[in-house]
């Protein structure tokens, strides 16, 4: 499986946490779309201004 093969595909990370936040990065720096999900009751902080301030 090359690098090209997984930029076909959407990358779904479960968590926001610094680790959370920083494979999201490395995934969208390669290419990747990628979604970001985390529990409802640390969503409405964790999530927070993400489209001002990206991961």
Do not use: W
């Not at 595909?9 to 720096?29: E, F, N, P, W």
């Not at 290419?31 to 990206?54: H, I, W």
Request: aromatic fraction near 6%.
């Amino acid at each position: 499986m090359t690098k090209q093969h997984l930029a076909d595909y959407m990358i779904a990370v479960l968590g926001t946490g610094a680790v959370g936040r920083s494979v999201a990065a490395d995934c969208k720096l390669a290419g990747n779309q990628v979604r970001l999900f985390d529990l409802p009751e640390f969503a409405g902080e964790s999530l927070k201004d993400l489209d001002k301030t990206g991961i």
